[in-house]
């Protein structure tokens, strides 16, 4: 496996094409340097794979159906690992920035969906897609059969999934700060909180009918429901929780 600095002329050249989606000049260089779909973009310590590149923050790069397509069957991992402060997989990406295309293209080439080392507390991608706010990531990644949580399905208005778990078939056990923590988590009040992230008034209305605190503060952000309505720009529940006299942590 190669390692080539962002600052090369080789590394330059092939992130260039990448994200201004050149795919004749990417397949060029795909032809003329033997092992470039394999190798590694080093860059102040850190080690990005070329489907990192490929879904690398804002994604939605031009051509970037084609180019992941491309870097795929020049022999790019998609399950190869960001080497740095977590070990994110191109799928977690991909689900961070909302790119569903390319979340498409990864999970049909073997993708793995339940993959972790997510920057939410080492989990999947689901886990930060959810966390990430990016919707259509989420929705599409449960249509491709991730394994959902309550916390999942409250913050996408997965009532029906809500109920059953609550009617003695759970939904995965997991939490967005992870195994470890040294509290036990309420799950009710977590998901009460990812439902009001995610603008979900009908999930948030279920929770409440099963005792959640309204104005519960994440471990997390040390933000509440409202807080987390607030920032996630949902109006409609903002005066839905302002008329449930819901608190802010920052006032």
Known sequence: MAYIPEDHPLGISVITA?????????????????????????????????????????GHFPNNSATAALLIEAGAGVNARFTGPHSETPLHWAASCDDVEVLDILLDSGADIEASGAVIAGGTPLDDAVAFAQWRAAHRLIERGAKAALWHAAALGLVDAMEAHFAGDPLSQQYPWGAGHSSPPDEVNVAFWCACHGGQREAAEYLLGRKADINWISVWDGLTPLDAAQRSASPDMVQWLHGLDAKSSMS
């Open 18 to 58: 990448v994200h201004t989606g050149d795919i004749p000049a990417l397949r060029q260089l795909l032809e003329e340097n033997a092992g470039l779909a394999t190798s590694r973009i080093v860059s102040n310590g850190e080690l990005r794979s070329m489907l990192h590149i490929a879904t690398d923050w804002p």
